[in-house]
């Protein structure tokens, strides 16, 4: 428990009372301010990035696919990169339910 409040505070216990009770110095360290609500907004916007990226990926790999005039290999290639960008957009929406959940907000 004090760990956490001094990592938190940014002080270091210099000594301790008569009484027993340790008395806290300030080491000059920055104080840790973040919270998980902090933490999952931040989180909430880099998935939200993330996710925009994959769309923008997929409309991409959609255009090549219509300007392939037929090319069976360069569909092919374009069929992959879309596959590969819902995995991708499958991965990052788990994370976020699990970072919600972990963070007690679902």
């Known amino acids: 428990m004090i760990l956490s409040q001094l990592a938190a505070t940014g002080q270091a ?12 110095c ?4 920055p104080t840790a301010t973040a919270s998980s609500s902090n933490l999952q907004h931040l989180l909430q916007i880099v998935f ?3 996710t925009a990226v994959v769309v923008l990926v997929i409309v991409i790999a959609a255009f090549n696919i219509v300007i392939a005039q037929g090319d069976s290999s360069k569909v092919a290639k374009q069929r992959g ?19 919600s959940v972990v963070l007690g907000r679902v």
């Open 48 to 50: 939200g990035i993330f």
């Open 13 to 24: 216990i210099c000594g301790q009372n008569s009484n027993g009770t340790p008395i806290f």
């Open 26 to 29: 300030d080491t000059g360290l």
């Open 81 to 99: 990169v879309i596959i590969y960008a819902l995995v991708g957009l499958i991965v990052s929406i788990s994370a976020e339910v699990i970072v």
